[in-house]
C-alpha cells in the first residue's frame, strides 16, 4: 500500500508502467544507458517519441491546448520518475522545453499550428542557441544582438555551440 498516492495516482503510475514495458524497445533503452551526455542521439529517442504522441503523451508538461496532456503535477512527477527508472530516452528537449513554450506565448496562430504540432509529433526538431564567451548559458548574459535588415534579420554575436544544431530543422 502506498500512503502518498491516490488510488487514480497509483493507477496512473501503473498505466505509465504498463506502456514504458510495450513500448520502451530494449535497444533504445540500452542506447541511452550508454549516452554519456544529458543530449541523446535524436534516432536513439524517435521511435519512443511517436509512441508517446500516438498515446498523447509526447508532451507532458505543456498546456493541452497546446498539444499537452493537461495532467495534474502528480501525474507529471509519475511519468517523469517512471520514464527516469525505466531509462527512457528524452527527444529534442530544446524543442519541448525551451522553445516550443516561447512559440506558445510570442508565436502567431500559424507558427503555433507548425512548429508546436512538428515538435509534439516528432517531425520537427528544434535547436537553441544561448551559450556565450563570457557569459556561458547565462540568457540575462548575453550579448548577441538580431537587428532587422531587408528580407530578415542580421545576427552579430559569438556562440560556444548550439544544442542540436546538427540535427535541427529550425
Known amino acids: ?8 495516482d497509483i493507477a496512473f503510475r501503473d498505466e505509465v508502467r504498463q506502456f514504458l514495458a510495450e513500448h520502451l524497445k530494449p535497444e533504445t533503452r540500452r542506447a541511452v ?16 517519441h511517436r509512441a508517446l504522441h ?11 491546448e497546446h498539444g499537452g496532456t493537461g495532467w495534474t503535477l502528480v ?9 527516469a527508472r ?6 529534442n528537449g530544446a524543442g519541448a522545453h525551451m522553445v516550443g513554450p516561447v512559440i ?23 535547436s537553441i542557441s544561448t551559450t556565450e564567451p563570457q557569459s556561458g548559458s547565462d540568457v540575462a548574459g548575453i550579448k548577441s ?20 544544431a546538427g540535427v535541427a530543422d529550425f
Request: glycine share 10%; with cysteine.
Open 33 to 48: 544507458s550508454l549516452t554519456t551526455g544529458f543530449i541523446n542521439d535524436p534516432d536513439i529517442a524517435i521511435d519512443f
Open 104 to 126: 506558445m506565448h510570442y508565436g502567431t496562430p500559424e507558427q503555433k499550428r507548425k512548429y508546436l504540432t512538428g515538435l509534439a509529433t516528432g517531425d520537427l526538431r528544434a
Open 75 to 83: 501525474q507529471r512527477y509519475l511519468f517523469e520518475a517512471e520514464c
Open 1 to 8: 500500500m502506498d500512503l502518498f498516492l491516490s488510488p487514480p
Open 145 to 164: 544582438r538580431a537587428r532587422k535588415v531587408p528580407g530578415g534579420y542580421q545576427l552579430n554575436g559569438s556562440k560556444i555551440w548550439c544544442t542540436n
Open 86 to 91: 525505466a531509462g527512457a530516452p528524452t527527444h
Open 54 to 64: 500516438r498515446k498523447g503523451w509526447s508532451m507532458p508538461h505543456w498546456p493541452a
